[in-house]
């Protein structure tokens, strides 16, 4: 049986049915990886892991695979002959150099799939037209990604990519789509200029936002100003969602918009201390994923970098399995100030929350732990809205008060928006490596 097999069911079962599902599909992942990856041969295979014996309450005994076991030697954890790689990406190397990750025809197979029953889950039909102002080139995976998952749907899709927004408005006016993915202060960005070309959004008929690489909702899944922004000026609910190109693997928000959704058949999630203690739902700490049925460079709890949560609690769309909360921030870029922990995530969301500020970024230097030295540079559209005034708004706001330089908009930009990025660089570290 292949995961596709169970046509999105498997999340609504009681959880004893997942549990099952689960360990039969994780023993099967690790007699692969066990028998055909150089990498786990070598890590595994003289200690004593009979998959088998291994069930998901077990894994955590098992050893963590980080980012950079995999930088080093991709090759390594290639589990099938060269022959059968049909896809290359590089994964987006948020805090480090690009990572070489090869799929099968079927690893292909299992991504569609994987999308497919995200998008279903928050209300993507055949009757759909959905528009992609995300690239599907470049070697980034997303794009191709969310094309395959809409078309297995018989959803029509419109490959428009990285395009200006007035690219977009043309698209927007000729083909009407129903549903957009991308980056939601893009997506915003287009709806205000759309209301500027005298436009009005809301009448546009798109039914729904799906949310790429950037959070909507804070701790307590409420929606993030950019989120409410989106739904105000869209009429339409944004949906989050959150993957990586390592593990070949989402988790989409349901139309309760609660959180999202584990696939069982497809991963298993664990939230870990720094310590590598497991963390009970509801507890914030670091994101580390099994995902299940993988050929090419299957992964055993391969530690993301990202933080989060869980939710176990009951969702009213009738999954049973858990889900996953808004990414809070990256673990490597943890800040200390004045011995206050501080993610780069809870910056923007104040920033967003502010009248008059336009663009912004976070550089942060320091030469040592608890000591960090945080700048937040700002370009602001409304000369009122002062440093001094900024910095007081974000104290009230983070308990701590980071610098604030007001900068000219060209300037910022150049910095957030590089030409050699994807995404854009809200961030920049420069603290010296222990």
């Known amino acids: 049986m292949k995961v596709w097999d169970y046509r999105g069911r498997l999340e609504f079962a009681p959880v004893e049915e997942i549990r099952a599902a689960q360990t039969a599909l994780l023993r099967e992942h690790l007699a692969w990886l066990m028998a055909r990856s150089p990498y786990y041969k070598r890590e595994l295979g003289g200690a004593g892991v009979t998959p088998a014996a291994v069930t998901p309450e077990t894994l955590h005994t098992l050893p963590f695979t980080t980012k950079a076991d995999l930088g080093r030697d991709p090759e390594a954890f290639l589990a099938v002959p060269r022959r059968e790689v049909v896809d290359i990406v590089l994964s987006s190397g948020t805090t480090g150099q690009p990572t070489a990750v090869m799929y099968t025809e079927n690893d292909l197979r299992r991504l ?7 998008f279903a889950g ?3 039909t055949a009757d759909d037209t959905v528009l992609l102002t995300c690239t599907i080139d470049r070697c980034f995976i997303a794009g191709l990604a969310y094309y395959a998952g809409a078309r297995a749907l018989g959803a029509a899709v419109v490959r428009n990519g990285l395009c200006s927004v007035a690219s977009h408005l043309e698209v927007i006016r000729r083909l009407r789509p129903t549903v957009l993915v991308g980056v939601p202060t893009f997506l915003l960005k287009l709806g205000e200029y759309l209301r500027g070309e005298g436009l009005d959004p809301a009448g546009l008929g798109v039914k729904a936002l799906i949310c790429i690489g950037e959070p909507i909702r804070d701790r307590t899944l409420a929606p993030l ?17 959150y993957a990586s190109s390592e593990t070949i693997s989402s988790f989409c928000e349901c139309s309760a918009r609660r959180g999202g959704h584990l696939h069982p058949e497809l991963a298993i999630v664990e939230i870990v201390a720094e310590d590598g203690t497991v963390l009970p739902p509801g ?14 460079m299957p ?3 391969f530690k993301t970098g990202d933080m989060s949560f869980l939710v176990d609690q009951p969702c009213p769309c009738g999954r049973t399995s858990v889900r996953l909360g808004p990414i809070l921030g990256r673990k490597a870029q943890m800040m200390k100030v004045r011995g206050t922990t501080l993610y780069p995530q809870a910056i923007y969301a104040a920033l967003d929350d502010l009248p008059g500020v336009g663009e912004y970024y976070v550089s942060v230097a320091g030469d040592f732990a608890l000591a960090d030295e945080v700048t937040v540079h700002v370009a602001v559209t409304d000369a009122g809205c002062t440093a001094a005034a900024i910095g007081e708004k974000l104290q009230a706001r983070l308990r701590v008060q980071p610098r604030v330089a007001i900068e000219p908009l060209e300037e910022v930009r150049r910095r957030v928006y590089p030409s050699d990025s994807r995404k854009p660089v809200r961030f920049v570290d420069e603290r010296r490596s222990p």
Request: net charge negative; aromatic share 6%.
């Open 299 to 301: 992964l055993l709890r």
């Open 225 to 241: 100003q950019v989120g409410a922004r989106l739904e105000a000026v869209w009429g339409a609910p944004p949906y989050s969602t």
């Open 283 to 296: 507890e914030v700490g670091e994101v580390v994923t099994t995902p299940l049925a993988i050929e090419g």
């Open 112 to 118: 569609s799939y994987n999308e497919e029953i995200s």
């Open 122 to 124: 928050c209300g993507v």
